[in-house]
């Protein structure tokens, strides 16, 4: 070749590694935009995933502090109604003797709570009479064990934190099973990176970034914790 003489590449050569180059760059910077987000919607989701698992752990517990602290509740006022029915018979059997100072000091010997109903059923009438409405202190409306009205609070309370524990537990699911969307994002997007065929590139990031939305989506319709 004579000396001096410069060979140049064709123009069109020229511009397609142009516009070849200016094509990978913009699917580098794809790739990285969607590792980024993907990083974050992970982080974010595992936190989330973390935060309700605690959550349900709490409440969890809560619903069986309750529901130990009701059958306590409950086994007391067990024991007093046990009480009222033995003091009020041994008062009515007395009072069926005609013995007024033993029937006397069996009614000093009423719980309070027992007090309100006692009195409700002497005003039906004579107390020995077998055809009163309501046979017993125990079936009228006025006797009321704070006790059982306690356990029965404190069932309702278990149940509210158990129901509370399983949406809880729910939320922390769904946010794990975003994450396996999330690494199949990060799985594309960084295996794109390895390929040299173009149109292979470009299908594994769109596949990425429709993974990326669809766990984007989900996460947002989560409650936050």
Do not use: C
């Amino acid at each position: 070749m004579p000396e001096g003489v410069h060979v140049h590449a064709p123009h069109e050569l020229e511009e397609g590694n142009g516009s070849l180059s200016r094509r990978e760059r913009r699917l580098e910077i794809i790739a990285a935009v969607l590792l980024a987000l993907t990083t974050l919607a992970i982080a974010w989701s595992g936190y989330q995933a973390a935060k309700w698992s605690g959550l349900q752990a709490r409440r969890y517990t809560q619903a069986s502090t309750a529901r130990a602290f009701a059958n306590r509740a409950q086994t007391q006022g067990s024991q007093a109604r046990l009480q009222d029915l033995l003091n009020f018979n041994r008062w009515l059997e007395a009072e069926i003797n005609g013995d007024a100072p033993l029937a006397n000091l069996y009614e000093r010997r009423f719980r309070d709570e027992f007090r309100p109903a006692f009195e409700a059923w002497r005003a039906q009438g004579d107390p020995l009479d077998p055809s009163l409405p309501i046979p017993t202190p125990l079936r009228t409306p006025q006797y009321v064990l704070s006790a059982e009205t306690k356990a029965e609070k404190l069932e309702k309370l278990g149940d509210r934190r158990f129901e509370e524990g399983k949406e809880a537990t729910e939320n922390a699911d769904k946010y794990v099973f975003a994450t396996v969307f999330f690494a199949v994002v990060l799985f594309f997007s960084g295996i794109s990176l390895r390929f040299e065929w173009y149109r292979l590139r470009v299908t594994m990031l769109g596949v990425a970034a429709v993974f990326l939305l669809w766990g984007v989506v989900q996460v947002l319709a989560l409650p936050v914790h």
